[in-house]
């Protein structure tokens, strides 16, 4: 066949890439094999190849084939302007390494570049793309039918997130996806998270930037396996009910020579001038989202991982970096833009756009905005001017809960601010809780070294923090080994310190975080109006001189018809245990204590209200009944009425 016999990018998909509408780009640019329907890849007799270049003076592709022959398999430059060149290689097979020899029009420079949609990549620290197959049975239909409740915004939501090269290793060797899927599985089932998100495994050349800079937009890296093998780990996730989130970092590449960089020799997918090109924080380039076929390459991204990998939604990254053009740049390094104002317009288009195609064609996922600052309406829908986010992360909520937990307690009275602040704000935007790997990083310490106090307070500590923020409004996000309280920061190299789990202290923050999951999961009011004020009220908000805060939450209209009521949560923030303590509650009857983070299985001293107590008719907290509560050191409570027909006396 003439090298020009290709024809998979069809007029019209030409005509939607420079329109920068079009959302599917790796069904026609990149390497396709051909083969008969029903055969195996292995089978396929060539393959064909396409690729946006359109400051090119020629194109071939080099490969294993080939020798890396330049000269020996040319490709065409279409004549519709698109600036898409491609032909049909018949000597191309499955598994076989390829690159792009480009020569540029301007200087006639020669690069060697990496398909910018391959499917599958060389083993790091090799670069070259490699010609592969997505074939795959999945057996997730029943979560795939159904999934849409379990990510919904009412749904509870507590998301483990993974870095899936350091969770754990075998013989001291990464894990491949398969031996991760059940491993991981086994576990995150037992521990009770409802979702698991995966730092980016998008393919990525240093290992160290935990696929922050990112290659390969359409590649699973290939230190774990296959494409195949990923597709087996989210399989196996879904068939044991949990969801998968991709962390995607549309915000940034790295100038790796077999990248995006310079592309055609030309600034392609980044801005030419380095005050909009360049990331001074990241030493990376920035996407040109002002230019048509850039938003279409990162839009069919974001699509393809739903399409072809079945994943739950997207956690995008950066999003405050694409929002603002002067972000972390100074006076006189950024350029504004044509109002004059520092808002990156096209950012701002390109995420309405992909917010609109992910919830368009695939509406029972979520996508998840990492955004750092009060822009406003980040999870709002498009027809109300918001961005079309799902969900947002509250970073605020973590700097402030952070910070007020690092205080010694006999300082905590003078910021009792910072844990009731948040509930001015939280129902502003639909929130994720977050404590993530950024918090444990660069020595900043893990969360347990960040509590005050000897070791039976930062445990006490850390326990009454999870118990709080497993209350509070908003989905959870918690990074791996926070969960039993790891002493040593976190680090890419080796696994979790999982040893420590066999003493009580940490084995016991582990199993209170399990019953956690447990508590959130099966009551309606801890997760039901997390986006609502109608699913909040404080009772005690002011009672800084002894560091306690009381709250209620609320379930939905369609919980409480079937009988779900409020839960009251009860913190008590300082290391001296408080009795008759005296707290309003909304009806009488017996209340029972569903958790205490000070129980003795957790590694706490055991203080309580064996198990719960009867409601009073003594006014308080402007209620008719009360209860009268001992509250343990440094704790939460969480106590929830029972129905009338088990009420009892203790």
């Not at 947002?392 to 003078?414: S, V």
Request: aromatic share 12%.
């Amino acid at each position: 066949m003439p090298p020009n016999d290709s024809t998979l990018l069809t007029a019209h998909d030409a005509y939607l890439l420079r329109e920068g509408t079009h959302a599917r780009l790796y069904q026609s640019l990149g390497c396709h094999l051909r083969r008969e329907e029903g055969t195996p890849a292995r089978d396929a007799r060539g393959a064909d190849f396409s690729v946006w270049a359109p400051n090119a003076a020629s194109v071939s592709v080099i490969g294993d084939w080939n020798g890396w022959n330049g000269d020996a398999d040319p490709l065409s430059a279409r004549d519709d302007g698109s600036g898409v060149w491609e032909g049909f290689v018949p000597h191309a097979a499955h598994g076989q390494a390829y690159k792009f020899r480009i020569v540029s029009r301007n200087g006639g420079r020669v690069l060697e570049k990496a398909d910018p949609l391959a499917i599958c990549s060389e083993l790091p620290p090799r670069t070259a793309s490699r010609i592969w197959d997505l074939d795959y049975t999945w057996n997730d239909g029943e979560w795939m039918a159904s999934r849409g409740p379990h990510n919904a915004l009412d749904a509870p939501m507590s998301i483990y997130e993974v870095h899936a090269g350091s969770w754990r290793r075998k013989d001291g060797q990464f894990m491949d996806y398969r031996e991760l899927a059940h491993a991981l599985g086994d576990y995150v089932q037992s521990m009770g998270f409802t979702h698991v998100e995966l730092m980016p495994v998008t393919e990525h050349p240093f290992y160290g930037s935990w696929g922050y800079q990112t290659t390969g937009y359409f590649a699973p890296t290939s230190r774990y396996g296959t494409p195949q093998d990923f597709m087996y780990f989210v399989d196996h996730l879904h068939q044991r009910g949990i969801g998968v989130l991709l962390d995607w970092v549309p915000s940034h590449f790295p100038m790796d020579g077999h990248g995006l960089a310079e592309f055609d020799g030309t600034h392609l997918y980044e801005h030419s001038d380095p005050r909009q090109g360049f990331h001074p924080e990241w030493n990376s380039a920035i996407f040109n989202y002002g230019r048509h076929e850039v938003r279409s390459f990162l839009i069919s991204s974001g699509l393809f991982w739903l399409d072809k990998y079945h994943l739950d939604g997207l956690r995008v990254d950066a999003v405050a970096s694409m929002l603002y053009l002067d972000y972390a740049r100074k006076h006189g390094e950024w350029i504004p833009n044509r109002h004059g104002g520092r808002e990156n317009l096209e950012a701002i288009e390109f995420m309405r756009l992909l917010n609109r195609s992910l919830y368009r064609d695939h509406p029972d996922t979520v996508s998840i905005a990492e955004e750092s600052t009060a822009w406003p309406m980040v999870s709002r829908p498009l027809e109300m001017n918001g961005l079309g986010f799902g969900m947002k992360w509250n970073m605020g909520w973590m700097h402030d809960t952070l910070a007020y937990f690092k205080e010694d307690p006999i300082n905590r009275r003078y910021h009792h601010h910072k844990l009731t602040f948040s509930l001015v704000y939280a129902f502003n935007e639909n929130f994720v809780l977050p404590l993530s790997h950024d918090e444990v990083v660069y020595g900043k310490g893990s969360l347990i070294d960040k509590m005050p106090g000897d070791e039976w307070q930062q445990f006490a500590n850390l326990r009454a923090l999870f118990g709080l923020m497993w209350a509070h409004p908003g989905k959870k996000l918690l990074f791996m080994g926070g969960e039993f309280g790891q002493r040593r920061e976190w680090t890419h190299e080796g696994e979790l310190e999982w040893w420590v789990c066999d003493s009580p202290l940490h084995g016991g923050l582990q199993h209170m975080v399990r019953e956690l999951n447990r508590v959130y999961r099966s009551e309606p009011a801890l997760h039901d109006l997390d986006f609502s004020p109608e699913g909040f009220q404080w009772v005690e908000a002011d009672d800084a001189d002894r560091s306690v805060f009381a709250f209620l939450r609320k379930p939905g209209p369609e919980a409480q018809r079937q009988g779900a009521g409020p839960v009251l949560v009860v913190c008590n923030l300082t290391p001296m245990p408080r009795e008759n303590y005296l707290v309003g509650v909304p009806t009488a009857g017996y209340w029972q204590e569903l958790f205490n983070s000070d129980a003795r299985e957790f590694g706490g001293a055991g203080w309580g209200n064996l198990g719960g107590l009867q409601a009073a008719p003594v006014r308080s907290h402007h209620c008719e009944q009360s209860i009268c509560l001992t509250l343990p050191p440094l704790s939460t409570l969480i106590l929830r009425q029972e129905p009338a027909r088990h009420a009892r006396t203790p």
